[in-house]
C-alpha cells in the first residue's frame, strides 16, 4: 500500500466487532485481515457468541479472521479452540499467553496447533513469553503472536526493543508472523512498519487516519484553528 509516497509494507488487520464497521473495514483493499475479542464484542453489546461469529464469517470468507476462547481452564480452552477452528478455514483461534492465574497455556498450543489449528497467541508483552509460545508451536503450523505494544507503552515503556527482539525469535519460523497489537496512534502503524514487523491490527478510528500520512502540518495548523472557531461559535460563547 501506498500512502502520500510512503510505501506501508506491514499487513493491516482491522479490529473490532461492531458487524457494520467490520465489514467497512473488510471492504477495504489495504485492510489483510481482520481480528476481535470477547472485550470488544461484550462493549459492542453481543450476547450469542457463536450466531455473531456466522454473522461475521457469511461475510468475511477470503481474509483471515480471530476468535478467541474464554475458558480458564485450558481443557476447555482445547474444546472451544477446536470448536472455533471448525466454523470457517480462515479462521484463527486465539489463545491467551497463560490463564487468569498465570498458569501457561503452552498445552494448549502444543495441542492445536499439532492438530493443524490456525493459532493467535495473544496477550502476549515479553520477549521471554514470545520464546516460550515459538517453542510450543509444533512444527510449521501456521500462527500468529500478537504483542501487546500499546499496553507495553502504557507502562512507560518502550516496546519497540521488545518488538525487534521478538522479530529475531521468529526468523527462523517463517510460519509464526509477528503482530503489533493494541496500537495507541497512526505513528504506531509508521513504526510497525519500520522496523519490518509483519503484522499490525488497529480499530477503524487508527485506520481512518491514514489519509493524513504526509499531511502538511502548516495547513493542518489551519484546518485546526477553524475547528476551534467553528466549535465555539457553534456553542454561543460570550465572555
Not at 493467535?120 to 521471554?128: G, K, L, S
Request: proline share 3%.
Amino acid at each position: 500500500m501506498i500512502v502520500d509516497g510512503t510505501s506501508i509494507q506491514v499487513k493491516i488487520f482491522a479490529d473490532g466487532a461492531d458487524m457494520q464497521t467490520m465489514l467497512e473495514m473488510y471492504r477495504k483493499n489495504y485492510v489483510r485481515g481482520l481480528t476481535t475479542n470477547p472485550t470488544l464484542m461484550h462493549k459492542a453489546g453481543i450476547r450469542d457468541y457463536r450466531r455473531f461469529a456466522e454473522e461475521v464469517l457469511a461475510e468475511i470468507k477470503d481474509k483471515p479472521i480471530s476468535f478467541e476462547v474464554f475458558s480458564d481452564n485450558l481443557e476447555e480452552m482445547i474444546s472451544q479452540g477446536l470448536e472455533i477452528a471448525s466454523w470457517s478455514e480462515n479462521v484463527n483461534v486465539k489463545i491467551p499467553v497463560s490463564n487468569t492465574e498465570g498458569l501457561s497455556t503452552r498445552p494448549v498450543i502444543e495441542y492445536l496447533s499439532r492438530q493443524g489449528v490456525s493459532l493467535n497467541v495473544t496477550a502476549i508483552m515479553t520477549n521471554e513469553q514470545v520464546t516460550r509460545v515459538v517453542d510450543a508451536i509444533h512444527g510449521d503450523a501456521r500462527s500468529y503472536i500478537s504483542v501487546f505494544a500499546g499496553r507495553i507503552a502504557d507502562t512507560g515503556r518502550d516496546p519497540i526493543p521488545i518488538l525487534k527482539q521478538s522479530l529475531e525469535t521468529l526468523e527462523k519460523r517463517p510460519n509464526v508472523e509477528l503482530i503489533w497489537a493494541s496500537p495507541r496512534e497512526l505513528l504506531n502503524v509508521i513504526q510497525a512498519n519500520e522496523i519490518g514487523c509483519h503484522i499490525i491490527t488497529a480499530t477503524s478510528d487508527i485506520l481512518k487516519k491514514l489519509e493524513f500520512i504526509g499531511k502538511d502540518l502548516e495547513q493542518f495548523s489551519l484546518e485546526t484553528v477553524r475547528m476551534f472557531r467553528d466549535d465555539a461559535l457553534s456553542s454561543g460563547f460570550i465572555i
